[in-house]
């Protein structure tokens, strides 16, 4: 069963940054290669949205609109660990951010098979 960990959310103010992690664990290397590893965050009252989604050869991203130029994916295959750099965050970034893990390199939620606890994410103004 795979499992997912998002760490590295907290308290900021606007402007500043902050680097999610998630850490994959619970099937092989090979199985993980085939998987998109997605961001997606739910503000209080709002819907899931995407944010940014990586292949797992980390050789393809794709970013919403609005955390296009300030969010970062990256990887480390060898931690099996997916990271979210956040910069420039804007107070309408406060949201709770899940990673997830699904087959298909997609946008939409239910694309994904795993997700993550998530991890709350507030910007101060």
């Known amino acids: 069963q795979v499992q997912l960990v998002e760490s590295g959310g907290g308290l900021v103010q606007a402007g500043g940054s902050l680097r999610l992690s998630c850490a994959a664990s619970?099937?092989?290397?090979?199985?993980?290669?085939?998987?998109?590893m997605g961001w997606f965050r739910q503000a209080s009252g709002k819907e899931r949205e995407f944010v940014a989604v990586i292949t797992w050869s980390g050789d393809s991203t794709v970013y919403a609109d609005s955390v296009k130029g300030r969010f970062t994916l990256s990887k480390d295959n060898a931690k099996n660990t997916v990271y979210l750099q956040m910069n420039s965050l804007k107070p309408e970034d406060t949201a709770v951010y899940y990673c997830?893990?699904?087959?298909?390199?997609?946008?939409?939620?239910?694309?994904?098979?795993?997700w993550g606890q998530g991890t709350q994410v507030t910007v101060s103004s």
């Open positions: 619970g099937a092989s290397r090979r199985t993980f290669s085939n998987y998109a």
């Open positions: 997830a893990a699904g087959f298909y390199y997609s946008s939409t939620n239910s694309d994904y098979d795993y």
